[in-house]
């Protein structure tokens, strides 16, 4: 494998801190509109960076679902990523549209969205994940494949014909930023790099270097 020599040259795109909304969550909307219209796959997927008790860095892949005051995702709380939110409310998500030569870096800290929010989107998901939300032990070990698809099983005869209520283990949290950095590739590896940093309750916007 010669990784070394695997490099873009980006050209797609340009970003001036001039022509961009001044505020980030609408900008974050803007370029998630044109990733959309690009119909790039899961453009809501975005990597959940976390700090475990132990200071230990972690991060997955969790997907997008709302953007109101910040950024939510849906899990389980007694999942891995939900232990250490607990122990540590500071988080990153980023979002990576290649196709766009674009990435957008978000930081901040997680809250717990509104449990009638969880219900309500709970209640829209498709009747197999709302099953598999209870049968999943996020994050535990378990003995085989099998053992999962028993309990699916098991609680697909157990709920026919009703309802199913949402787990209280199973819900959403929100990443309300208070730092965002929007990153457009250019030539040379001089890319754009624009920065909304909150102070004092309002969005600061400037560029750093590439």
């Given at each position: 494998m010669n990784l070394a020599a695997l490099r873009e040259n980006y050209q797609k795109g340009e970003l001036l801190e001039n022509k961009v909304h001044p505020d980030p969550l609408e900008q974050f909307k803007i370029w998630f509109k044109e990733a959309q219209n690009a119909e790039l796959p899961e453009p809501n997927a975005m990597?959940?960076?976390?700090?475990?008790?132990?200071?230990?860095?972690?991060?997955?892949?969790?997907?997008?679902?709302y953007v109101d005051r910040g950024f939510s995702f849906f899990t389980n709380y007694f999942s891995r990523k939900g232990h250490d939110i607990e122990h540590h409310d500071k988080a990153s998500i980023t979002f990576f549209w290649g196709e766009l030569e674009r990435q957008v870096r978000i930081e901040g800290h997680v809250e717990?969205?509104?449990?009638?929010?969880?219900?309500?989107?709970?209640?829209?998901?498709?009747?197999?994940?709302?099953?598999?939300?209870?049968?999943?032990?996020?994050?535990?070990?378990?003995?085989?494949?099998?053992?999962?698809?028993?309990?699916?099983?098991?609680?697909?005869?157990?709920?026919?014909?009703?309802?199913i209520p949402k787990p209280a283990h199973w819900g959403g949290y929100e990443l309300i930023p208070d730092y965002i950095e929007?990153?457009?590739?250019?030539?040379?590896?001089?890319?754009?790099?624009?920065?909304?940093?909150?102070?004092?309750g309002n969005w600061e916007r400037y560029r750093i270097a590439p």
């Open positions: 990597f959940l960076s976390t700090l475990g008790k132990d200071m230990r860095p972690s991060g997955r892949i969790v997907l997008l679902k717990k969205v509104d449990e009638k929010l969880s219900t309500e989107y709970f209640q829209s998901r498709p009747r197999a994940s709302q099953i598999g939300a209870w049968v999943s032990e996020q994050s535990a070990k378990i003995p085989h494949r099998e053992f999962l698809e028993e309990r699916f099983n098991a609680l697909e005869k157990q709920y026919e014909g009703q309802e929007f990153w457009q590739g250019r030539p040379s590896r001089l890319h754009d790099r624009v920065v909304y940093d909150l102070v004092n």
